[in-house]
C-alpha cells in the first residue's frame, strides 16, 4: 500500500551544525506533509508542514523542502541543539488520515 | 506542557481485565484521534472521531472499543486484550481549520502492559 519512509535510521550532528532529515514518499495524491518531533517519553509534537503545491517552507531554525518529481521531503535543522535530539517524523495527510513515516533518530553531540 | 492530558500514564492489566484509556483536551478541537504506538515504531492510526461520531475505523480488533462522550472527552475501553496489544497509545486533538493540514495535538500517551 501507500507509505511513507526515510533513508536514515540514525543520524550523528556536532551542536552548532545543520541538520538535514529525509524522507521518501510514494503517496502522490498526499495534500500536506508534516514534520513531527517526539522527545523520549513524549507525544509527537507538529514542527511544520507543507502544502503539496510548494516546493519550500520556512520556518523557526527549521526548513522543509518537497520535491515532487521524485517523491522526496527534507527537514533542515539549522544550529543544531542538544534540545534538538529526539526522534524525527514525516508524515502525510490524505482524507484527515495522518500517515506517519518510519522515523530519524537525531542525536546531537555537545 | 500538552494541552491533551491521558490518564493514566501507565497502566498493566490482565488478559481478563477490562479498563479503560482517558483522553481530555479542552482547545475546542472537535476531531479526536487515538494512535497506537510500539516501540521504535511510528504511530498507527486507529480511530478518528469528528464532531463527536466517529469517522475512521482502521479495522482495529473490537477488543478496543472507542467513545466520545463529548467534544472535550475521548475514552478507549479495552476488554480481552494480548500480549501483543502492549504500546504507547496516543491520543490526539486538531482544529477543525487545521484537520486537513496534519497539525495534531497530541498527548504523552498511556504506556499499556498486557500480562
Known amino acids: 500500500g501507500e507509505s511513507v519512509g526515510l533513508h536514515l535510521p540514525t543520524l550523528s550532528v556536532q551542536e552548532g551544525d545543520n541538520s538535514i532529515i529525509n524522507c521518501a514518499y510514494s503517496n502522490s495524491a498526499s495534500d500536506y506533509f508534516i514534520w513531527y518531533k517526539q522527545e523520549s517519553g513524549k507525544g509527537p509534537q507538529f514542527i511544520i508542514d507543507?502544502?503539496?503545491?510548494?516546493d519550500k517552507r520556512q520556518g523557526q531554525r527549521v526548513t522543509v523542502l518537497l520535491n515532487k518529481t521524485v517523491k522526496h521531503l527534507s527537514l533542515q535543522i539549522a544550529a543544531t541543539q542538544p534540545g534538538d535530539s529526539a526522534v524525527y517524523f514525516c508524515a502525510e495527510i490524505a482524507v484527515v488520515k495522518l500517515v506517519f513515516g518510519a522515523g530519524t533518530i537525531l542525536r546531537v553531540k555537545s | 506542557d500538552t494541552e491533551v492530558t491521558q490518564t493514566p500514564k501507565h497502566l498493566v492489566m490482565g488478559m481478563t481485565n477490562k479498563k479503560s484509556l482517558k483522553c481530555e483536551q479542552h482547545m475546542g478541537h472537535r476531531a479526536m484521534y487515538w494512535y497506537k504506538q510500539k516501540a521504535k515504531k511510528p504511530p498507527e492510526l486507529m480511530f478518528v472521531y469528528s464532531y463527536e461520531k466517529l469517522s475512521i475505523n482502521e479495522s482495529v480488533p473490537s477488543r478496543f472499543s472507542p467513545e466520545c462522550p463529548n467534544s472535550s472527552l475521548l475514552n478507549l475501553h479495552l476488554h480481552a486484550l494480548q500480549p501483543e496489544d502492549s504500546a504507547l497509545y496516543l491520543c490526539a486533538s486538531s482544529h477543525p481549520g487545521r484537520t486537513t493540514t496534519g497539525e495534531l495535538f497530541f498527548g504523552e500517551g498511556s504506556r499499556l502492559t498486557v500480562l
Open positions: 507543507i502544502r503539496s503545491n510548494m
